[in-house]
């Protein structure tokens, strides 16, 4: 059971617009501590709605110290959550601007702004509560009555607590399928756009592609795939993707691509040196027709 929800969300932090930014170690080790963090507050907290259900019939007093002591670890699943979110946060959007300039990072807000609701909730709970329900006060009639009256309050506030955070997994979830590359239109300058943009034929359709920031290093690769009325394609497989460099020559190296949507996909692209690389996309359209694009990508230092 432990095994299968670790397999669970391990899977999480394989996929998605992160993958796409480096350096891999950093992202990949933030993005799983936050998730793995995210899990346990969330399992927490509805954990703590059931036990202070009026139908657990637990006592005021033990429903008390439960609480406690999951504030006590609450604690340090809140630093890691602000430590690791930060990073991503860092490593995707790269400046302050982005978020409020991106829709992502207008969506990054939101989530930060209800998670610090949420921990503003979990502080009163644990400062102003708990102590009435788990105190000395608890003892006797009129302490007794106390504390199953500052149980219901607390009961009430967690379940709130629970309402957030299916707010926070709902903004998560915007994030996760939203891209979180900078449109180079925001710049009030209007600066030309960063990376590499190509347009293939593919049979008789188009394929469209972009590679960010088109620079040694890790790349994110987009693919949008449009048949003869421009509609996105469906297909029989994903395709296969294997990058090349011509000189010196250097694979092809084989890289996953991972739906995103209708005739959509993406990757995670590293090209250790400058030069002419070129991406080579194999694309199964039907049963018996297997388009193949080259796409030629000049990658700068």
């Not at 429903?63 to 490593?91: E, H, K, M, N, P």
């Not at 300058?189 to 394929?207: F, K, N, P, Q, R």
């Not at 460099?245 to 090209?271: I, N």
Request: hydrophobic residues 50%; glycine residues 12%; aromatic residues 4%.
């Amino acid at each position: 059971m432990l095994g299968a929800a670790a397999l669970a969300l391990g899977s999480l932090v394989l996929v998605g617009h992160t993958r796409t930014f480096g350096p891999p170690w950093l992202v990949v080790t933030a993005d799983a501590l936050h998730v793995a963090a995210g899990a346990v507050w969330l399992g927490g907290v509805v954990g703590l709605a059931l036990v202070l259900a009026p139908s657990a019939h637990v006592d005021a007093r033990r429903a008390g110290v439960t609480v406690a002591r999951f504030s006590a670890l609450g604690a340090w699943v809140v630093l890691a959550l602000a430590v690791t979110g930060t990073v991503l946060g860092w490593r995707i959007l790269g400046t302050l601007d982005a978020l409020v300039s991106t829709t992502y990072g207008r969506t990054l807000l939101v989530k930060v702004g209800v998670a610090l609701v949420l921990v503003g909730i979990a502080a009163w709970n644990r400062y102003r509560l708990v102590p009435e329900v788990a105190g000395p006060g608890g003892a006797g009639a009129a302490g007794g009555t106390t504390a199953t009256t500052a149980r219901r309050r607390l009961g009430r506030t967690v379940a709130v607590e629970a309402a957030l955070l299916v707010l926070v997994l709902a903004a998560t979830g915007v994030l996760v399928s939203r891209s979180p590359v900078v449109p180079a239109a925001a710049s009030a300058e209007g600066a030309a756009t960063s990376g590499v943009e190509v347009v293939e034929e593919l049979g008789d359709g188009t394929l469209r592609a972009r590679v960010t920031p088109g620079r040694v290093g890790v790349n994110a690769l987009e693919i949008e795939l449009l048949d003869a009325d421009g509609a996105p394609f469906e297909l029989v497989a994903v395709p296969e993707l294997a990058t090349t460099l011509a000189d010196p020559a250097l694979g092809p190296f084989s890289r996953p691509l991972t739906r995103t949507g209708p005739g959509a996909y993406e990757a995670t692209l590293d090209l250790p040196m400058p030069g002419s690389w070129t991406l080579e996309v194999s694309v199964r359209t039907s049963k018996y027709e297997n388009p193949i694009v080259r796409i030629p990508v000049e990658v700068t230092s």
